[in-house]
């Protein structure tokens, strides 16, 4: 295997690590990329600067020496990946899962480089149009009907109710039938 250092050095660009818990909650903010090993999260600063990267490992994958060993993993990976296929102005954060400690090498490599293609590809534009939350129900009119509540018609024998209140006891008053009217 060869080492960062055994690269060509023109393909190397410089690789500053986040120190300040704000560029990591503003990496968190924007997008993310998940896959098996880690995931990672992305911003363009716009500042056209070098490439930032930051590592997240919490305790729950680990003591401080399986964390560490993870970091190590991570952070030589990233130096294999970032120079090349990151993108200048960007801040990356990558949050360790228990498997970046298990994964092949070479796996974990091949998994940076889809994680930054998927972090990178282009989005589809969100449909901005309200949506209906209505219930999809038979309750719901059809278009060309309106919906009435049945004490709003004439009473008749069939919709005449008993006097009351509406609780546990008189279920016919917690919810007026409704009748559908149609238009011609």
Known sequence: MERPSDLNPDRLRRLDRLKKRRDFLAAAKAERAGVASFLMQGRDRGDGEDVRIGFTVTKKTGNSVVRNRIRRRLREAVQRVLPEAGRPGFDYVLVAREAALRTPFDSLVSEMERAVRKLHAPKAPKDKAPR???????????????????????ASKDTARSA????PNNPDLTMPPTETLRHE
């Open 164 to 167: 009351g209140t509406a609780g």
């Open 132 to 154: 209906d939350h209505a219930p999809k129900n038979k309750s719901r009119a059809r278009p060309g009907e309106t919906r009435v509540l049945k004490e709003s018609l004439p």
